[in-house]
Structure formats: structure tokens, C-alpha cells
């Protein structure tokens, strides 16, 4: 329901920016989106909410934004510790497919 | 801070049920919704439904016949109970607390460990 880029890539320092597709039932119904870092063997972990912005602890190089059907999220200044899968998440309000959806994942790596 | 925990096998065989407790530690149940989402192998994750603290219940439909879940005040407990289960189960399964966001919809704030189950003869 909500697509990801599979994968992006940038050098340390660099900034990436990963986008999340969505259409008129989920983030172009005013759906709130929200995104999660998931490390390698661990659980998610809350990253961005409400569209932009961030628990307490969160690092500011971390950013989102959202418009019509779509939502990105923003990482300036990449650092390896940022090599992880990242999850947006939103609600669908399609009559046979209703509740909370987490796009495809995007695994950043750190060059 | 509020803490998860799964508890429950880490193997169960096809067309039985699965059976899965979270523990809540740190806070109360109250005034909240829990959920459980779930991740197969090398997959994204897939929110299964969740249970407000005073019993009411929200599924996926895509699971929506073979899911039930409970809580337990009481304990500081939610249960998650998966019938039917096949190969395409296997997963791990995480208790999480959902909040409201500013607008519209709800967000998970506490994620529990998670917990492997797989499902195999």
C-alpha cells in the first residue's frame, strides 16, 4: 500500500532522502505518516511522528515531510550508524483493506 | 518508560494456534491501544490488529478470521491468539503500544523485542 525505494546509498556526510508512496485512501486522506529505523536484528524503533517530528533523542540530521499522496524522510549529514531499514507507516481507509500500513522498507547503506 | 515483553513458543506446527502474551512493565495499560505486528524473514511488517485497554478491538482484514486478541488488566497483560496457521505465518511478532497522533490515526511509541515463531511439521 505504501511504497518504498528498496534501497539508497550515500557517502558519509551526504544527504538522502527516501520517499514513501502512497494514494487518496491513506496519505492523501490526511493520514498522519510516520517513520521507524530498524537496525539489523533489533526491533523498530520511532524515528519521525506526525510527519515531522522527532522524540526526544532523536538526532536532528533526521527530517520529514509530507505532501499529497506522498511522504519522505531526510537524513542530512549521513553517518554510519545510520546504516539500518526504514518503514513509513500510515492509515488506509479502503473499505475492504482498513488499518495501519507500513510501506515496503528502505535499507540505507552508508558508503 | 514503558517496557514490552513477548512470551510464547517459538515453534508451533501448521493448522494449529498460536499463542502470544505481551507483558507491559513501567505503565499501565489504561488509556491506550496495544497491538501486534508482525515481520516475516527479510520482509516488511504488517500490523495484525490491536486492543484498547477496556476490551474493544481492531483487526486486519486480511487476518480478521483467524485472529483474536484480550487483555488483562489485571496482570498488565494482552494476548494475541492466531488460528490456522501455515508456513506463510512465520514471522516475528511484536507487542507495541500505539498513541494518537496530532491529526489522524495512531503510531507505535514502544516496541517489545520481538519474538520468532516459526511454523513447521
Known amino acids: 500500500v505504501l511504497t518504498q525505494p528498496p534501497s539508497v546509498s550515500g557517502a558519509p556526510g551526504q544527504r538522502v532522502t527516501i520517499s514513501c508512496t502512497g494514494s487518496s485512501s491513506n496519505i492523501g486522506a490526511h493520514y498522519d505518516v510516520h517513520w521507524y529505523q530498524q537496525l539489523p536484528g533489533t526491533a523498530p524503533k520511532l524515528l519521525i511522528y506526525v510527519n515531522n517530528n522527532r522524540p526526544s533523542g532523536v538526532p536532528d540530521r533526521f527530517s520529514g515531510s509530507k505532501s499529497g499522496t506522498s511522504a519522505s524522510l531526510t537524513i542530512t549529514g549521513l553517518q554510519a550508524e545510520d546504516e539500518a531499514d526504514y518503514y513509513c507507516q500510515s492509515y488506509d481507509s479502503t473499505v475492504n483493506n482498513y488499518g495501519y500500513v507500513f510501506g515496503t522498507g528502505t535499507k540505507v547503506t552508508v558508503l | 518508560q514503558v517496557q514490552l515483553q513477548e512470551a510464547g513458543p517459538g515453534l508451533v506446527k501448521p493448522s494449529e494456534t498460536l499463542s502470544l502474551t505481551c507483558t507491559v512493565s513501567g505503565g499501565s495499560l489504561s488509556a491506550y491501544y496495544w497491538s501486534w505486528i508482525r515481520q516475516p524473514p527479510g520482509k516488511e511488517l504488517e500490523w495484525i490488529g490491536n486492543?484498547?485497554?477496556?476490551?474493544?478491538?481492531n483487526y486486519n482484514p486480511s487476518l480478521k478470521s483467524r485472529v483474536t486478541m484480550s487483555v488483562d488488566t489485571s496482570k498488565n497483560q494482552f494476548s494475541l491468539n492466531l488460528s490456522s496457521l501455515t508456513a506463510a505465518d512465520t514471522a516475528v511478532y511484536y507487542c507495541?503500544?500505539?498513541?494518537?497522533?496530532?491529526?489522524?490515526?495512531?503510531?507505535?511509541?514502544?516496541w517489545g523485542q520481538g519474538i520468532l515463531v516459526t511454523v513447521s511439521s
Open positions: 486492543i484498547y485497554y477496556s476490551g474493544s478491538t
Open positions: 507495541a503500544r500505539q498513541v494518537p497522533g496530532y491529526h489522524s490515526g495512531y503510531y507505535v511509541d514502544s
